[in-house]
């Protein structure tokens, strides 16, 4: 797939264009997730509460991780989809390139730092003393293995930028069927337990990466991935980080605000921890079609702005809120009706259940709240305003989060519930920034393709 193979997506019928992107990314995020879910059920069947709260606490530690870098991988790809828009496509291999040296780096920084900080970190969240051990044997391996989640996610955006989510959701597919078939030899036929649920997690994810590049190869991609080719170019890289940065800042201060609900909770002991990290793993599952439409909305978006077409981005963005919503309403729905047998899919230990259950309820009604909060970051970022979209969700997590969940999760008494409400109120407070701001209509004004042509009117200046 080279440059000249890139899909336009700025003209047809935006619902179709939406929905053709969005069910690929979609199934994708659907399936990558189903690594984590397939490490906590079958580590839950032979190792029980102890195991799931190991695997899920040492799971969010890595998943935080990886939020450290996401916003790089999501920047190239509204960069990627606005070079595509305006036809800039010679600017696409500087991107790739520099992208990918960018990671590689941060991925050797971040896997050296973490093996010496994974057991302050797994006491500064106040992880269980019977799952300690199990979490810390998670987390070191993930992180051992974090390149290749970067590199994955790197050549998944990218591809993606271009206007193809269908071929990274055939190499996810692969690599989780591969994750199962591991986790059940790894797991339950050798008794690894979290040890084992992160090889399989590793492995798999290595297999994702090697598949994309192979596939990527054989089409003639603009990126060759010979060793000469992979130069840091410093202007793509301060692009990258201009929209990048606040996204990755965003996913980080974000995921510290869970980790701190994750403290809170394990404070109220191991059933709660294991109860809410059940009710965790449903959240990622059922947050899904709402991120797939808003990465369809950035996509979609970023490239009719970069094509000048600013009423059918505006039009995306719509189509967007109204199909994420009815998604997550159907979800909401099965979540208030059924919150017991969704808990018990994991683990059957009777106080778990009730506890994971009860705050499912209160908690998944941000599953109503949620399209409307990530289509329209998805859409500001998509024109190249993340740093908005920072700050909304920075004072969602700090602002909102955080001291709603201490004051109603221990202030006020009311333990698990109290953390639950939380998350509905947090997300209200996001969304209602976010629209603001695009309400002001500033987001018609690309930061990508202006700072483009400010860069180069320089250079002509300067010769």
């Given at each position: 797939?080279?440059?000249?193979?890139?899909?336009?997506?700025?003209?047809?019928?935006?619902?179709?264009?939406?929905?053709?992107?969005?069910?690929?990314?979609?199934?994708?995020?659907?399936?990558?997730?189903?690594?984590?879910?397939?490490?906590?059920?079958?580590?839950?069947?032979?190792?029980?509460?102890?195991?799931?709260?190991?695997?899920?606490?040492?799971?969010?530690?890595?998943?935080?991780?990886?939020?450290?870098?996401?916003?790089?991988?999501?920047?190239?790809?509204?960069?990627?989809?606005?070079?595509?828009?305006?036809?800039?496509?010679?600017?696409?291999?500087s991107t790739i390139s520099t992208l990918l040296v960018s990671?590689?780096?941060?991925?050797?920084?971040?896997?050296?730092?973490?093996?010496?900080?994974?057991?302050?970190?797994?006491?500064?969240?106040?992880?269980?003393?019977?799952?300690?051990?199990?979490?810390?044997?998670?987390?070191?391996?993930?992180?051992?293995?974090?390149?290749?989640?970067?590199?994955?996610?790197?050549?998944?955006?990218?591809?993606?930028?271009?206007?193809?989510?269908?071929?990274?959701?055939?190499?996810?597919?692969?690599?989780?069927?591969?994750?199962?078939?591991?986790?059940?030899?790894?797991?339950?036929?050798?008794?690894?337990?979290?040890?084992?649920?992160?090889?399989?997690?590793?492995?798999?994810?290595?297999?994702?990466?090697?598949?994309?590049?192979?596939?990527?190869?054989?089409?003639?991609?603009?990126?060759?991935?010979?060793?000469?080719?992979?130069?840091?170019?410093?202007?793509?890289?301060?692009?990258?980080?201009?929209?990048?940065?606040?996204?990755?800042?965003?996913?980080?201060?974000?995921?510290?605000?869970?980790?701190?609900?994750?403290?809170?909770?394990?404070?109220?002991?191991?059933?709660?921890?294991?109860?809410?990290?059940?009710?965790?793993?449903?959240?990622?599952?059922?947050?899904?079609?709402?991120?797939?439409?808003?990465?369809?909305?950035?996509?979609?978006?970023?490239?009719?702005?970069?094509?000048?077409?600013?009423?059918?981005?505006?039009?995306?963005?719509?189509?967007?809120?109204?199909?994420?919503?009815?998604?997550?309403?159907?979800?909401?729905?099965?979540?208030?009706?059924?919150?017991?047998?969704?808990?018990?899919?994991?683990?059957?230990?009777?106080?778990?259940?009730?506890?994971?259950?009860?705050?499912?309820?209160?908690?998944?009604?941000?599953?109503?709240?949620?399209?409307?909060?990530?289509?329209?970051?998805?859409?500001?970022?998509?024109?190249?305003?993340?740093?908005?979209?920072?700050?909304?969700?920075?004072?969602?997590?700090?602002?909102?989060?955080?001291?709603?969940?201490?004051?109603?999760?221990?202030?006020?008494?009311?333990?698990?519930?109290?953390?639950?409400?939380?998350?509905?109120?947090?997300?209200?407070?996001?969304?209602?920034?976010?629209?603001?701001?695009?309400?002001?209509?500033?987001?018609?004004?690309?930061?990508?393709?202006?700072?483009?042509?400010?860069?180069?009117?320089?250079?002509?200046?300067?010769?």
């Open positions: 797939m080279s440059e000249k193979h890139a899909k336009n997506l700025t003209d047809g019928s935006v619902v179709k264009r939406l929905l053709v992107f969005a069910l690929p990314l979609l199934l994708s995020n659907i399936v990558q997730s189903l690594y984590s879910v397939a490490d906590m059920w079958i580590v839950g069947r032979y190792n029980g509460p102890v195991g799931i709260s190991g695997v899920n606490i040492g799971g969010n530690v890595t998943f935080l991780m990886t939020m450290m870098v996401i916003g790089l991988c999501v920047g190239s790809t509204v960069i990627i989809a606005q070079y595509v828009g305006s036809k800039s496509l010679e600017k696409i291999q990671l590689v780096i941060a991925a050797i920084f971040i896997t050296t730092i973490m093996l010496f900080l994974s057991t302050p970190i797994l006491k500064l969240i106040n992880t269980p003393e019977e799952s300690f051990t199990e979490a810390k044997k998670y987390l070191n391996v993930t992180v051992i293995g974090i390149i290749f989640i970067f590199l994955y996610n790197a050549l998944s955006s990218i591809m993606r930028g271009m206007g193809n989510s269908k071929t990274p959701m055939t190499f996810i597919i692969i690599a989780c069927c591969t994750n199962v078939v591991l986790d059940f030899i790894l797991v339950g036929k050798f008794g690894m337990g979290a040890t084992g649920a992160a090889l399989a997690t590793v492995i798999s994810q290595a297999l994702s990466m090697i598949l994309c590049i192979i596939y990527l190869k054989s089409q003639n991609f603009t990126f060759d991935f010979k060793f000469a080719s992979f130069k840091f170019n410093k202007e793509q890289f301060s692009l990258l980080m201009k929209i990048g940065m606040p996204i990755s800042i965003t996913n980080v201060i974000n995921n510290i605000s869970f980790l701190f609900l994750t403290s809170i909770v394990n404070t109220f002991g191991i059933m709660a921890s294991s109860g809410v990290g059940v009710v965790g793993k449903f959240n990622g599952f059922a947050i899904m079609p709402a991120i797939a439409i808003s990465a369809s909305v950035s996509t979609l978006g970023a490239q009719n702005i970069g094509a000048g077409r600013n009423d059918r981005a505006k039009k995306t963005l719509f189509t967007g809120f109204a199909v994420a919503f009815l998604l997550t309403s159907v979800i909401f729905i099965i979540a208030q009706l059924f919150p017991s047998g969704i808990i018990s899919i994991f683990d059957k230990t009777p106080e778990m259940v009730e506890l994971g259950a009860s705050y499912l309820k209160v908690s998944s009604y941000v599953y109503l709240i949620i399209p409307f909060t990530f289509c329209l970051n998805g859409f500001l970022n998509g024109s190249g305003h993340s740093m908005i979209t920072s700050v909304s969700n920075m004072c969602s997590s700090l602002l909102f989060r955080i001291p709603i969940a201490y004051f109603l999760g221990i202030y006020s008494g009311l333990g698990l519930t109290g953390v639950a409400l939380s998350m509905p109120f947090s997300d209200l407070g996001a969304a209602v920034i976010s629209f603001i701001y695009f309400l002001t209509g500033k987001w018609k004004k690309s930061n990508i393709l202006n700072d483009d042509l400010s860069a180069q009117a320089a250079l002509i200046s300067d010769n």
